[in-house]
């Protein structure tokens, strides 16, 4: 096949932007690699956002066919699976406000201490936390909370990106954060408990 002028090129063995340029060309092929290489990536990101596994399939379809339309636009001038991110969050973000999810109002304006890292605590040292406790409890946040707790310390935005996407001040992103960090603390404190009480009474058996 013919994607970025030669002839028999396998799509698996181009870059990220040859197929973007080839997709933009019409080449199906190309983009069924692209779809096949990133598809995992967006429905993971989507399904930490929303928290509802057909929810997140729905949006990973919709953002694909976004990304139909609008491949062309890529230029290589960021990583692509920087550039999906961003369309992803984007699209996730129009959905919430589609449903009128808004952040909590807050009077916190200033800044927030630093908290210490669970979740350095959970990649790192797997003993400490368990991810899928972690993931589960991340789940149960309100979507407020859970927005800006993944998009700024699991996906690694700024508070000044966040707060631009979402349409608040820095400040409130930085409450908002502070906030969901503590109910997950009280969250996976609570999951601890639990399971440390069940090993209790099984010991007792």
């Known amino acids: 096949m013919t994607t970025d002028g030669t002839n028999n090129v396998a799509p ?37 956002m929303v928290a509802n596994a057909t929810e997140a399939e729905d949006l990973t379809q919709e953002v694909f066919i976004q990304l139909f339309r609008k491949i062309g636009s890529f230029r290589g001038e960021s990583a692509f699976t920087t550039w999906l991110h961003r369309l992803t969050v984007n699209h996730v973000l129009m959905h919430f406000r589609k ?9 916190e304006e200033g800044e927030i201490g630093e908290i210490q890292d669970f979740l350095q605590a959970a990649t790192e040292r797997p003993r400490f936390v368990d991810r899928i406790a972690l993931d589960k409890a991340i789940s149960e946040l309100p979507p407020g909370y859970r927005t800006v707790f993944v ?8 508070h000044e990106e966040v707060a631009d996407m979402l349409g608040v001040s820095v400040g ?8 969901a960090r503590m109910r997950l603390r009280e969250l996976l404190t609570k999951k601890t408990d639990t399971k440390k009480e069940t090993k209790k009474k099984e010991k007792k058996k």
């Open 99 to 107: 449903r009128g999810v808004r952040l909590e109002k807050t009077t």
């Open 151 to 158: 998009l700024h310390d699991v996906e690694g935005f700024e």
């Open 12 to 48: 698996d063995s181009l870059s990220d932007y040859e197929l973007a340029q080839a997709s933009a060309r019409g080449d199906m092929q190309a983009f069924e690699t692209v779809y096949k290489r990133h598809h995992r990536r967006v429905y993971s990101l989507c399904l930490r």
């Open 172 to 179: 409130t992103s930085k409450s908002q954060l502070h906030k």
